[in-house]
């Protein structure tokens, strides 16, 4: 063992990860400081009635740390736990850490937020979407007094339902290969429009309109990693002083994008038609490129590079 | 819901000095167990929650094999479980312990 602290913590994958290996591989050894720890047990007082067990920490990690020397906040999901959902409890500390950043100019003014969830828990359904209102609020709110909030998408849930609705009112938004985003995820369209318009079962389908190159692509992100801890934090260092200012020129300027968005791609039926339409030479070979040529394409790329969001 | 709760003698003191510690994530045939150093260092309690009935003689006879085998004097061990084969388990408590006498696991 070589570093007891951090055995290969940066080549770790992240998707494969925990939300504590997460933080702990992301932000400089021993600078991660936990509100509301486990040893509290805030854990869903709702479970129970459904016989499904608790998490000490509800599944959603908030506190304070250091990234590059920088002191930042930070909340993870555990998207093994329950899918990572927002809940009465798991809201309550990510509503709570927003709007401690809102209201207290000496925390830091960066928020970090590992989203991994498959959007509301179920089973605490009108506290979920409550806290998913009050989490996009705060997270408005806090940039709107100079807090910069950096979603990172490359979980094993991805960031669906509220996940999906809270990363699009981020600063900015990191996702690996691995990660996906959206609102409506692959089995509730299908569910509800049947199999002929989405097939869940097909993954290339899924993680070509999904996925975090696709997303990447489509300006649906902002930076793309590679899926390890080290990528994510590189990521994040190359991002953190180029959020833009929550204003009216960013605020048009991502209506702009938006409505450019639509009009080159609205007609579209397929992710390779959005490629094609957006100029890529070879849209086949998309997925199966290495992270460093998908970067080379993506670099200057219509729809792709832009100041806004 | 079934709550279980085991209360051991030990040998003597789990090592080091890390206050608490977690390991394990509440999954499908996981666990998470939460060790905390509060108790006198020769008490070791257990307590288990768990959405499965009927297997309290072999949550006890783990836990009595892993306080054998750790000697966790000292730790109040909670778990939340989410359905872990006994093997599991005690790898988790095993990690548990050494993640809190080391500070890493």
């Known amino acids: 063992m070589t570093d007891p602290k951090h055995p290969s913590a940066d080549t770790a994958s992240w998707f494969l990860s925990t939300a504590r290996e997460r933080l702990t591989g992301l932000l400089d050894p021993g600078s991660f400081a936990e509100f509301l720890p486990p040893t509290e047990r805030a854990q869903s007082p709702h479970l129970a009635l459904f016989d499904l067990p608790a998490a000490f920490d509800d599944g959603m990690v908030v506190g304070r740390g250091r990234l590059g020397r920088r002191a930042v906040l930070v909340a993870a999901q555990e998207g093994q736990f329950m899918g990572g959902t927002f809940a009465e409890v798991s809201g309550a500390k990510l509503v709570g850490l927003l709007r401690a950043a809102r209201d207290d100019p000496k925390l830091p003014r960066i928020v970090l937020l590992l989203l991994d969830s498959g959007g509301v828990r179920l089973q605490e359904a009108n506290a979920g979407e409550l806290a998913v209102a009050e989490v996009m609020r705060a997270i408005v709110e806090a940039r709107g007094f100079g807090v910069t909030v950096i979603a990172l998408v490359g979980g094993r849930a991805g960031a669906f339902g509220g996940a999906g609705l809270t990363a699009a009112t981020c600063s900015r938004i990191v996702i690996s290969e691995q990660g996906r985003t959206g609102v409506s995820g692959p089995e509730v369209i299908e569910t509800n429009k049947g199999v002929e318009e989405f097939d869940s079962q097909d993954k290339a389908l899924v993680w070509s309109v999904t996925g975090g190159r696709n997303r990447r692509l489509l300006g649906g992100a902002d930076a793309y990693a590679g899926d390890t801890v080290a990528g994510f934090r590189d990521a994040v260092l190359a991002l953190i002083d180029r959020a833009p200012p929550f204003d009216l020129v960013t605020l048009r300027a991502e209506q702009r994008r938006l409505a450019d968005r639509i009009e080159c791609l609205g007609a579209c039926n397929s992710a390779v038609e959005m490629w094609v339409a957006l100029g890529i030479a070879e849209p086949q070979t998309i997925r199966n490129l290495d992270d460093a040529a998908f970067a080379e394409i993506v670099k200057g790329l219509r729809g792709a590079a832009y100041e806004a969001r | ?105």
């Open chain 2, 1 to 105: 819901m079934e709550i279980l709760k085991v209360h051991h003698k030990t040998r003597g003191p789990a090592a080091g000095t890390v206050g608490s510690a977690l390991v394990g994530v509440v999954a499908s045939g996981n666990l998470e167990v939460l060790l905390e150093r509060t108790l006198a260092d020769t008490e070791c309690t257990v307590e288990i929650a768990t959405p499965v009935r009927g297997y309290d003689d072999v949550w006890k006879a783990v836990v009595a094999e892993f306080v054998e085998r750790a000697s966790p004097g000292g730790l109040r061990i909670s778990i939340n479980d989410s359905g872990a084969r006994p093997d599991t388990v005690m790898l988790r408590l095993l990690q548990g312990v050494r993640t809190i006498e080391t500070g890493h696991d």
